[in-house]
């Protein structure tokens, strides 16, 4: 059974830095979409950024340019670089993959992903 852990979370002032990881094991899938949303209090859950099994990259428009998704296939690691921070992006950030096919491009909706990690905590704040 496939299982995520995420880390990396923690307090940053605004425009600083910080790189999210999340670990996956038992993966037995042959093609996976992975990514990362987040919640803030009293929001609804957003999708921040994916990658598709042939490697596409989508970003919500909020963290373009100040976000980076990358993963390590061979290492199951999966990392979200956060360049200039900001307090709007305070939020639990979670992890989330899905079975899909080689073509698939990946969604931005959560009910899209069927294994979840349980989150780790990003404070942005002076």
């Known amino acids: 059974q496939l299982q995520l852990v995420e880390s990396g979370g923690g307090l940053v002032q605004p425009g600083g830095s910080l790189r999210l990881s999340c670990e996956f094991s038992?993966?037995?899938?042959?093609?996976?979409?992975i990514g990362w949303f987040r919640q803030a209090p009293g929001k609804e859950p957003e999708g921040v950024s994916c990658i598709s099994a042939n490697e596409r990259y989508t970003y919500a428009d909020s963290v373009k340019g100040r976000f980076t998704i990358s993963r390590d296939s061979a290492n199951h690691m999966l990392y979200l670089q956060m360049n200039n921070l900001r307090p709007e992006d305070t939020a639990v950030y979670y992890c989330?993959?899905?079975?899909?096919?080689?073509?698939?491009?990946?969604?931005?909706?959560?009910?899209?992903?069927?294994?979840w990690g349980r989150g780790t905590q990003v404070t942005v704040s002076s």
């Open positions: 038992g993966l037995t899938w042959d093609y996976y979409a």
């Open positions: 989330a993959a899905t079975r899909t096919s080689f073509e698939a491009t990946c969604s931005m909706y959560m009910n899209w992903y069927r294994t």
